[in-house]
């Protein structure tokens, strides 16, 4: 998906549509094993300028987390906070970031069931400093599409599991199941991104959103009340 996106913006900016410097970032973590030479020489070979930066923050999560615990968590939002300095130390007016559809609908899905709240990753973000932009492109790109384009471009993609196969990974567990109903009803990944576009307050129960403690009835005589669901 970086790598996706990388190309879609360049080529932007090629056909003069994206006046703007782009600067490629990569974090490396620490994670054992991580293969340090394939980003730096790839982005040389193509002459775009990067910034790679090493923080060990894989300790920092194996450290403070308990045995047995899930690490993608507290390693995104270190990372998270890495970006963020970074974008602000080079006067980066945005963070464009990667995330494609299935990125989001699983993040949906883990606030639902895990976090109890309904949120996902929007396309566009102020952080909660208001100082760094959050820019999503590929929000509503398909994975699979994003999949093509990385093997038709050859993309030397570095593998996702360095930090170990760790059982019962909720992200995992999410993005089984949005394969199992799309495999079963073809479409309902783009239908649950349209619903994302098209909440309605007042069929929810957050009083935050809308004043249920306002409503009057105003009927007349015979009006039927009926809910139309």
């Known amino acids: 998906d970086s790598y996706g996106l990388l190309a879609l913006l360049l080529d932007l900016k090629w056909r003069g549509l994206l006046p703007v410097d782009l600067l490629a970032c990569n974090l490396d973590q620490g994670q054992p094993n991580f293969p340090k030479h394939i980003l730096p020489d790839y982005l040389n070979a193509n002459g775009i300028a990067h910034r790679i930066e090493y923080q060990d923050t894989y300790s920092v999560v194996t450290d403070k987390l308990p045995e047995g615990s899930t690490y993608c968590s507290l390693c995104s939002r270190l990372r998270r906070g890495h970006l963020y300095r970074i974008a602000r ?56 599409d994003l ?66 403690a306002a409503l009057d009835a105003r009927l007349t005589t015979g009006q039927d009340i009926s809910d139309d669901i």
Not at 124 to 133: A, C, I, P, Q, T
Not at 169 to 177: D, E, G, I, P, T
Not at 191 to 202: C, D, E, F, W
């Open 89 to 144: 130390e080079e006067g980066c007016s945005a963070l464009v970031l990667g995330h494609h559809r299935e990125d989001i609908l699983e993040t949906f899905f883990m606030n639902l069931f895990h976090g109890g709240r309904l949120a996902a990753m929007p396309p566009k973000l102020l952080n909660d400093e208001g100082d760094v932009m959050v820019l999503r492109p590929l929000a509503y790109s398909a994975e699979a």
């Open 147 to 212: 999949e093509k384009f990385a093997n038709a471009m050859k993309f030397p993609i570095i593998p996702c599991d360095l930090c170990g196969s760790q059982e019962g990974l909720q992200r995992n567990a999410m993005k089984a199941m949005l394969d199992d109903i799309e495999k079963r009803m073809p479409g309902r990944k783009d239908t649950m991104i349209r619903a994302m576009t098209n909440v309605r307050p007042s069929h929810l129960l957050d009083r935050k959103l809308f004043d249920f």
